[in-house]
Nanobody, 126 residues
Framework: QVQLVESGGGLVQAGGSLRLSCAAS????????LAWFRQVPGKEREFVAV????????YYADSVKGRFTIDRDNAKNTVYLQMNSLKPDDTAVYYC???????????????????WGQGTQVTVSS
């Protein structure tokens, strides 16, 4: 099985930046499709970004496109989410997700990821 541990969350002012990290263990990192989701109270978990196993394909939710960047470092078994120009409505618990299957058109669906981290809180103040 795969274990995922997020870090890097915290409190930041609107317009600021944060970089989230997700460290993976238990399986060859290069075989994992990796994604970030976020969730706020009373709402369903929302897709944010995904990166293919090769690292050559990325997709983003419209709400974060142009502001967030997903990247992976296979040497460190870590996937990152660089978040710039943060807005108060970016406030959420951010989750790292992984699956061994290659990227498909269902990349934004929660049920297409077998492994999840515990989440890290991001709070953006106005």
């Amino acid at each position: 099985q795969v274990q995922l541990v997020e870090s890097g969350g915290g409190l930041v002012q609107a317009g600021g930046s944060l970089r989230l990290s997700c460290a993976a263990s238990g399986r060859a990192f290069s075989t994992l499709r990796l994604a970030w989701f976020r969730q706020v109270p009373g709402k369903e978990r929302e897709f944010v970004a995904v990166i293919s196993r090769s690292g050559t394909i990325t997709y983003y939710a419209d709400s974060v496109k142009g502001r967030f960047t997903i990247d992976r470092d296979n040497a460190k078994n870590t996937v990152y989410l660089q978040m710039n120009s943060l807005k108060p409505d970016d406030t959420a618990v951010y989750y790292c997700a992984a699956d061994g299957k290659y990227l498909t058109t269902y990349y934004s669906q929660v049920d297409k990821y077998a492994h999840w981290g515990q989440g890290t809180q991001v709070t953006v103040s106005s």
